[in-house]
């Protein structure tokens, strides 16, 4: 290989595509199961095997997510003349972005509300603010935003024990950080920080520091190699640490049955994301870019799709499942009440069929039309 790969690669087109539609599947979740829903997906306690299993899968989307990010920064800096200087611009830009688009666009196909009294900081706010994070810093050594982001990924934990009440002069800033928390502005504004961003900043820089991986110094070979290392390694090290109960979670204990023992064993933290989530997610996040590269076929070509128009796919899915909860309850309101996780996952298979051409049309459309400035930030 004698230069980067075309402009965009399939392999990780195809991976952002298929965490976006293990996210999409967990959005029905929301959408459609609210009537049993639980406090957390998650808690052994009041959570069935399927609907534990159905959640951790999704779990892969914001890091995968994010570690992409900060990957494709680095291939869109190398196929510029001013490489660092283009992907920090690249990334102030869509940063910028991307936090105005949850303020708004987003926020309003959760609530529903204008104005909002309510507004959630989720995961399109944290993309935002780690792509900001990154643009000041791509101009360092490599060497050094590797020890940044395991720095940060690694070591966040050591300050969950730190809170700061409302009405400190640094809840605020914690609550954005590291800590969810309420905001209030008033009493016509409050903003939840859904998604505390000091951790995913980490995932960023550790995906912009990956991006030679796909570079001319790496064969597919070496790529492929370097791929499996490192997710093996990760998830290795999730097992030995999980096993050892002493740091990069909560700690877990063995339950009444098999599969609680299991769950409670996978039961890993998102919000923030824990160095044992990280670990977890992203070691089988590189392992399906390795198997997703070494495939051409129909499926893969279709996820690629779907990841080359990602923000596109984000908000068109947002509002279908607003619509299509509207039109299922205006029918017959027991139609929008699943009894499971089985329809749910019928659903998202539905939506992604019928959402398909209209991001295939867009993403030729950014193909096509690079002279249009705005569509690289879809």
């Not at 009405?167 to 605020?172: E, M, N, R, V």
Request: proline share 5%; glycine share 8%.
């Amino acid at each position: 290989m004698t230069k980067l790969l075309h402009s965009r690669i399939m392999g990780i087109d195809a991976l952002r595509g298929l965490v976006m539609v293990f996210m999409l599947a967990d959005h029905v979740r929301e959408t459609f199961l609210l009537h049993l829903q639980v406090s957390d997906p998650m808690d052994v306690a009041t959570t069935s095997g399927p609907l534990f299993a159905s959640r951790l899968l999704a779990h892969l989307c914001a890091p995968v997510f994010v570690f992409l990010t900060g990957l494709s920064a680095f291939l869109y800096g190398a196929r510029q003349q001013d490489g660092a200087g283009a992907a920090a611009g690249f990334l102030w830009k869509r940063g910028l972005f991307l936090v105005v688009l949850e303020l708004t666009v987003v926020n309003f196909a959760w609530t529903a509300s204008f104005p909002p009294k309510v507004i959630y900081l989720q995961v399109i706010w944290a993309i935002g603010l780690s792509m900001l994070a990154l643009a000041a810093l791509v101009r360092l050594p490599r060497a050094f935003l590797i020890a940044l982001g395991l720095a940060i990924v690694a070591g966040h934990n050591l300050l969950d024990p730190l809170h700061f009440a409302p009405g400190h002069p640094l809840h605020a800033i914690w609550a954005v950080l590291h800590e969810r928390g309420w905001l209030e502005f008033g009493d016509t504004l409050r903003l939840r920080t859904s998604y505390p961003v000091l951790p995913w900043i980490g995932i960023i820089c550790l995906g912009y520091a990956c991006g030679p991986w796909f570079g001319a110094s790496f064969t597919p070979q070496r790529r492929a190699s370097r791929l499996l290392g490192w997710g093996i390694g990760a998830l290795v090290g999730f097992l030995l640490l999980r096993a050892a109960n002493v740091y990069g979670d909560r700690p877990w204990s063995a339950g009444t049955t098999a599969v609680d023992t299991v769950m409670g064993f996978f039961n890993v933290t998102k919000y923030p994301p824990s160095l044992l989530f990280t670990a977890l997610t992203l070691g089988a996040g590189l392992l399906l870019l390795r198997a997703l590269e070494r495939r051409q076929g129909a499926l893969v070509q279709r996820l690629a799709v779907l990841g080359a128009a990602p923000m596109f796919f984000y908000i068109a899915h947002l509002y279908a499942l607003k619509l299509l909860l509207i039109a299922f309850s205006a029918f017959d309101k027991d139609a929008a009440r699943f009894d499971g996780v089985g329809p749910v996952w019928g659903v998202s298979a539905l939506l992604c069929v019928a959402l398909y051409p209209a991001v295939a049309a867009f993403a030729r459309l950014k193909a096509r039309r690079r002279d249009i400035a705005w569509l690289k930030y879809l």
